[in-house]
């Protein structure tokens, strides 16, 4: 009854977000569910942070490097308007982008800095093109194709971003290239070549996002199957252990209350072997529903502890507020049982409850609970058992 489900099986159910987008399928461009999509941008930021450092270092390079190549080809008077540019949009534009990429408290803003410092980035070696052909000096436009694929690839854009920045910059220079009259054959050639680097970017950056889009709804569906119970969705034994021992940390530390209640199922052999297993796991999910919902006090933590057992953990409220939650949780259990069991039946559960300030013993807190519940159990069931510390 309880065991683990396979990838598929978690695939094919409905309980799944992750798993559900995957059935739905998604493109390179963004996802149906919009809180998903926003766990997915946020991934992708952080992926994407130290990428955005070395372009931005790597771009502050070859500024360099470029600056020397047009001294020695450039005339004066032309050298003289790129390095301006150089020395007053672009570097200090790289510069600043470095000092926001190094620290992770910009990391939200990582989209719109990028794309602004993409489009203004890309502006500025548009500018030299144009001023230098402006004054009678044709420099290589293949640089342009340059700034595409670091708009593409190295600037932490997602597609459609990348797509927009890209596009404006080849508009921009096309517009600029009418307004200076390139002759038609040459305007015609730098348009097919810019435009055609700006399809084969997309399709691989779409290529790209799409396969990080694929690899980030397994990675979560498999971290899903490892911390949620395949028969009830609420956390499992397995990540209840680790989370709670964090929480009871961070508890000691701030000085904060907590309170542990253990709930188990009364006479649930007797559901079983009455009405089979399948009714059996009917019941624990019934039970389940009931503890998420019922409480006005959401707890901290709540898993199924296994079998018919579950956990539940509160910080920071004082014990008559979590014996009314637990009160409050059983009368629900009752309801969700009568609403969603097809055969008419009683379903309750006994709960133990140990409520201690700070400092505390976890694992001394969950065995009271135990203890609490074991005395609720022996006294008659279908009821709670409180020990305050």
């Given at each position: 009854m309880d065991s683990t489900p396979s990838l598929s099986d978690v695939i094919s159910g409905s309980r799944s977000r992750y798993a559900q987008q995957i059935l739905n399928g998604y493109s390179g461009f963004g996802f149906d569910d919009q809180q998903l999509e926003i766990e997915f941008r946020n991934t992708w930021r952080s992926m994407s942070m130290r990428k955005v450092r070395i372009a931005l270092l790597l771009a502050l390079i070859l500024t360099g490097i470029?600056?020397?190549?047009?001294?020695?080809?450039?005339?004066?008077?032309?050298?003289?308007?790129?390095?301006?540019?150089?020395?007053?949009?672009?570097?200090?534009?790289?510069?600043?982008?470095?000092?926001?990429?190094?620290?992770?408290?910009?990391?939200?803003?990582?989209?719109?800095?990028?794309?602004?410092?993409?489009?203004?980035?890309?502006?500025?070696?548009?500018?030299?093109?144009?001023?230098?052909?402006?004054?009678?000096?044709?420099?290589?436009?293949?640089?342009?194709?340059?700034?595409?694929?670091?708009?593409?690839?190295?600037?932490?854009?997602?597609?459609?971003?990348?797509?927009?920045?890209?596009?404006?910059?080849?508009?921009?220079?096309?517009?600029?290239?009418?307004?200076?009259?390139?002759?038609?054959?040459?305007?015609?050639?730098?348009?097919?070549?810019?435009?055609?680097?700006?399809?084969?970017?997309?399709?691989?950056?779409?290529?790209?996002?799409?396969?990080?889009?694929?690899?980030?709804?397994?990675?979560?569906?498999?971290?899903?199957?490892?911390?949620?119970?395949?028969?009830?969705?609420?956390?499992?034994?397995?990540?209840?252990?680790?989370?709670?021992?964090?929480?009871?940390?961070?508890?000691?530390?701030?000085?904060?209350?907590?309170?542990?209640?253990?709930?188990?199922?009364?006479?649930?052999?007797?559901?079983?072997?009455?009405?089979?297993?399948?009714?059996?796991?009917?019941?624990?999910?019934?039970?389940?529903e009931g503890l998420a919902s019922g409480s006005e006090i959401r707890p901290a933590l709540l898993a199924r502890y296994g079998g018919d057992e579950f956990v539940a953990v509160w910080t920071g409220h004082s014990n008559n507020d979590a014996v009314a939650a637990v009160q409050q949780m059983r009368d629900a259990v009752s309801t969700a049982a009568q609403r969603n069991l097809s055969i008419e039946t009683e379903v309750e559960v006994s709960a133990g409850l140990a409520w201690s300030y700070a400092p505390l013993d976890g694992e001394q807190m969950l065995k009271t609970a135990d203890d609490a519940l074991y005395k609720a159990k022996s006294g008659g069931r279908n009821r709670l058992v409180s020990i305050t510390d």
């Open positions: 470029f600056s020397v190549y047009d001294f020695l080809i450039m005339p004066p008077e032309v050298l003289a308007a790129a390095q301006k540019v150089r020395a007053i949009i672009f570097a200090p534009l790289v510069i600043c982008g470095l000092a926001l990429a190094r620290s992770n408290r910009y990391k939200r803003w990582l989209f719109p800095l990028a794309m602004l410092f993409s489009i203004i980035g890309g502006l500025s070696i548009v500018a030299i093109v144009l001023l230098a052909y402006s004054m009678g000096f044709e420099l290589a436009y293949e640089g342009l194709m340059l700034v595409m694929m670091y708009i593409f690839f190295f600037c932490g854009l997602l597609t459609r971003e990348a797509m927009i920045s890209a596009g404006l910059v080849i508009s921009i220079y096309t517009i600029g290239a009418i307004w200076l009259e390139y002759d038609a054959i040459m305007l015609g050639q730098h348009s097919l070549f810019l435009v055609s680097a700006l399809a084969v970017g997309a399709a691989a950056a779409w290529g790209l996002e799409y396969t990080v889009r694929g690899g980030f709804l397994r990675a979560q569906l498999l971290n899903e199957v490892a911390e949620r119970d395949g028969l009830t969705s609420l956390n499992n034994r397995r990540y209840f252990d680790i989370s709670y021992r964090q929480l009871v940390k961070d508890c000691n530390l701030h000085g904060h209350s907590v309170a542990v209640a253990m709930f188990d199922v009364d006479h649930f052999k007797k559901h079983n072997d009455q009405h089979g297993h399948q009714f059996g796991d009917r019941v624990i999910q019934a039970v389940a």
